[in-house]
């Protein structure tokens, strides 16, 4: 089985640059997340997924991050404009509809805001 | 949010020896209670998980103790391997909803 598929592994910008990440869940994975994981913290939920619906993204700094999941399979994480506070691991995650609470991350994006 | 806290922050063992990292909840609502374990460079990875009908799980050097009265759980590593060095993190969930809440994680140190 191929695992979660994030892209692209490292990124470094300029602070009020835009970045976007890309994810691929593992097939027949329904439930897609993105968290943000800040060095020395665990990773913290930004936006769950149901198919193609968002499910929560009460902790989503919506006036510069923004998610999307086209037709419930793929998913991009944008970041207009980016703050030194961003700077982090994003990790995507996936699970399937019998394993709700058994989540498969990716490897990370660790993004870098100069 | 309702709160994760997870202890310590780092742990040294020898080789052989026994590792614990505890873990306490919040969220009387949560069913779920999963370890990960991530390596550098790597996302976190399911190591072992428990649900609160049962208070103990074991599978192969890893154990999960659970205290549902005191919202605590633990993990315990027993004969500790260099392979085993890595940050652990808890984390809580509800069934219903999937998601997990991460305890700021246990950086792991086996010395040989």
């Known amino acids: 089985e191929a695992g979660v598929a994030q892209s692209p592994r490292y990124k470094i910008i300029e602070k009020r640059q835009s970045v976007a990440f890309w994810c691929n869940p593992i097939s027949g994975h329904a439930t897609l997340y993105w968290y943000q994981q800040i060095l020395g913290q665990g990773p913290k939920l930004l936006i769950q997924?149901?198919?193609?619906?968002?499910?929560?993204d009460s902790q989503l700094p919506k006036d510069r991050f923004s998610a999307e999941r086209l037709k419930g399979v793929d998913s991009t994480l944008k970041i207009q404009p980016a703050k030194l506070e961003d700077s982090a691991v994003y990790l995507c995650?996936?699970?399937?509809?019998?394993?709700?609470?058994?989540?498969?991350f990716g490897a990370g994006s660790r993004l870098t805001v100069l | 949010q309702q709160q994760v806290k997870q202890s310590p922050q780092s742990l040294i063992v020898q080789k052989g020896g026994i590792s614990i990292i505890n873990c306490a909840y919040e969220n009387t609502a949560f069913d779920y209670f999963p370890w990960y374990q991530q390596f550098p460079g790597k996302g976190p990875a399911l190591l072992i998980a428990?649900?609160?009908?049962?208070s103990e799980k074991k599978e192969g050097r890893f154990t999960i103790s659970f205290n549902k009265s005191a919202k605590q759980f633990s993990l315990h590593i027993m004969d500790s391997q260099p392979g085993d060095s890595a940050t652990y993190f808890c984390?809580?969930?509800?069934?219903?909803?999937?998601?997990?809440?991460f305890g700021q994680g246990t950086i792991l140190t086996v010395h040989p």
């Open positions: 984390a809580s969930g509800g069934t219903s909803y999937g998601k997990l809440t």
């Open positions: 997924f149901q198919n193609n619906g968002v499910v929560d």
């Open positions: 428990i649900r609160p009908d049962v």
């Open positions: 995650a996936s699970s399937s509809p019998s394993g709700a609470n058994v989540l498969t």
